[in-house]
């Protein structure tokens, strides 16, 4: 997730390591120290938004070639979901060009869990659908935005 400084537009990236402050990658906003505050303008956390992020749907009959790298493969065994993305191949694993976290979502866009993908990490998650019929899988490319894809059972 990321979050918005609204007194000067800093952006604070859950998944970005900040040598200045000291904060390693994957710290949750809502995990930071009591008295976190800007370090571009020292504007208090109260004062951040979240910032929500526009998913993007693939064309899943001929995804064009932008979408290809971003394509959302699934596979169900009994109750667990297996999520990759890439249609022919696991997408780019570069530090700055890299899926940084593969969210689930449920039938009413509840959020259900996620994983965070540290850089290296080959874009591949497992997840327990047990309590599940139909659900959403989000991805967040670093330098590509959310891309989504709705699953019916």
Known sequence: ?????TNCN???DESIW?????IVAWT??????DHFACPVCSELAEE???IKEEI???NEQNPFWFEQEHFINYKIFDW?????VWKWDLHASWPE???SWIWLYDEYWDFVNENFLSDGEDPISEFDISDLDDFEIRVKCTIHWVWGRKIER
């Open 56 to 58: 993007s749907y693939i």
């Open 28 to 33: 949750k906003f809502d995990n930071l120290w």
């Open 80 to 84: 667990d979901l297996e999520v990759q």
């Open 18 to 22: 900040d040598s200045w402050e000291n």
């Open 48 to 50: 951040f938004q979240e």
């Open 10 to 12: 800093y952006i604070y």
């Open 97 to 99: 060009h890299r899926i």
């Open 1 to 5: 997730m990321r979050y918005l400084c």
